[in-house]
């Protein structure tokens, strides 16, 4: 959705009193984003076309839960206008600050736990929509919920053979043979914790951004941190310090990265293929 569809029209039913202005901004990959500037402040505008109001439902539990714990761009509005979905949260001008600090910041999340896996609202992605229907078992909820389904759609959209199926069904088992021997306790995840979904705000305090919150085994979230850099030495070992993780924790990110890399694979097509299958051949 460009910015020019965002005309006058559409604009006035938002809950301000005078817009002042209205910029498209860098973000916009899976919603459309702007820069809103309206009764003497800054806002962050999210607008998914064509969706009910309540597409944003899950987006904004979880700013509010991480955000209870860990910085947050605050969501302020909801609903839909002619037909679209949006979401407005507070603008938070960027600056400069610590690994260590963000690591803090994570483990302190990840601290936060709940009963039973799952989140209060399913994710609807490009690719699919997440079941995170609360479950007892993370062994269950990762596998039904989580693995299989992408491997359903990976399958529909022929980024699948014999040989991934193989051997995903045997690193299905290995994980299952895992978890059935060794307790997760649920902690809040961020869900997409990669390099773009952190930022510094001006005082060089951590925000988490755009999140697909769950509650999950921590060392998910931690995985997707290794795929594509931006989390430094010290990230890990203030978060080590904070929340320390179980011996063996690099044996076993790989089922996670699987996953992370699998939907790249979907969305993106044989790029990922190789990283996929790097994890795959080990089973």
């Known amino acids: 959705m460009s910015a020019y569809q965002l005309n006058q029209k559409w604009l006035s039913q938002l809950p301000f009193r005078q817009i002042q202005d209205c910029q498209p901004v860098a973000g916009g990959d899976i919603n459309a984003a702007y820069q809103i500037k309206a009764d003497q402040r800054t806002y962050f505008l999210k607008v998914q076309p064509h969706y009910p109001a309540s597409y ?6 979880g700013l509010e839960a991480i955000g209870a714990l860990v910085k947050t761009p605050a969501p302020l509005a909801q609903g839909q206008i002619q037909g679209d979905a949006y ?12 690994q260590a600090d963000l ?24 690719a699919l929509v997440k079941n995170n229907a609360w479950n007892d078992s993370w062994r269950d909820f990762y596998l039904k919920q989580r693995l299989d389904p992408e491997i359903t759609v990976a399958k529909e959209n022929g980024r699948w053979n ?13 994980f299952s043979d895992y978890y059935d021997q060794h307790q997760v306790i649920p902690s809040l995840l961020h869900g ?5 979904n952190y930022m510094f705000d001006e005082t060089g305090q951590p925000v988490l951004i755009d999140p697909d919150a769950v509650y999950g085994d921590r060392e998910f979230d931690l995985a997707m941190t ?29 089922w996670y990265q699987f996953y992370y890399l699998c939907m790249h694979l979907i ?15 080990r089973y």
């Open 56 to 61: 944003f439902n899950h987006e904004k539990r």
């Open 87 to 98: 979401l407005v949260l507070e603008w938070l001008e960027s600056g400069s600050g610590s």
């Open 103 to 126: 690591g803090r910041a994570v483990a302190r999340m990840h601290a936060q736990h709940a009963k039973q896996f799952g989140f209060y609202e399913n994710h609807t992605t490009r």
């Open 162 to 174: 014999d040989w991934r199926e193989t051997h995903y069904q045997r690193m299905r088992q290995a």
């Open 192 to 196: 997409d914790l990669w390099a773009g």
């Open 226 to 254: 290794t795929i594509f850099g931006g989390f430094e030495p010290a990230f890990y070992q203030a978060y080590q310090q904070e929340y320390p993780l179980a011996k063996g924790v690099n044996e076993r990110l790989p």
């Open 267 to 281: 969305l993106f097509g044989e790029t990922y293929g190789p990283a996929v299958d790097g994890i795959l051949e």
